[in-house]
């Protein structure tokens, strides 16, 4: 005669919301904070930025990686667990900002040890696109406009940087160059991206004005 079977202890599996929250509540009730998270994505990547100076471009890259994976993760985690603050907000962007120019930094340095000129310029051009690319947006919504328009979002410049960097001479995927590659593209793109916001602001400061 056929029983049916008894589970093997009295607890019935968690569902996937039953979970999350468990994982929430632990989170919040741990001394993790979002500011450190933000902290060690920025070590991250001045370590990157590290490696690559010393040539490392394969380890840079994956470190600049894991560093940018925090810098998505702070935000999400403030969000869930209510630690978050204005001053928290404040620092996220302000390292975003440094983390990006600091590597860029050390891979232009790397092209002008080998008198790459026209590399050394995109890099710079990649810098201030990049910056300009926030400033815009910020701006933008003190003006009560919102503005997330654009193709190299950090996301975007994210993956450029990293598989130039994977794919660097020398880093040991392959034996080609796309480090100075990705540099052009990476300043083109953000470059486009500044126009883009632009011309968007513009629009929509002025449409209201067109069809008073």
Known sequence: MSSSPSPRSGRRPLAATERRELVRNRLIESRLTPNAISLTGFLLCVGAAVLVAERLFFLGGLMFIVGSVCDTLDGRYSRMSGKGSPFGAFLDSTLDRIEEGVVLTAV???FAS?????????????VLASLMVSYTRARAEALGVECKVGIATRAVRVVILSIGLLFAKGAGLADFELLAP???VLAGLSTITV???IFHVRKALTEPAATA
Do not use: P
């Not at 080998?114 to 990649?126: E, G, H, K, P, T």
């Open 195 to 197: 126009l883009q916001r």
């Open 114 to 126: 080998r008198d790459m000129q026209f590399a050394v310029a995109a890099c710079v051009i990649a």
């Open 108 to 110: 232009a340095a790397y």
């Open 182 to 184: 990705a540099v052009y």
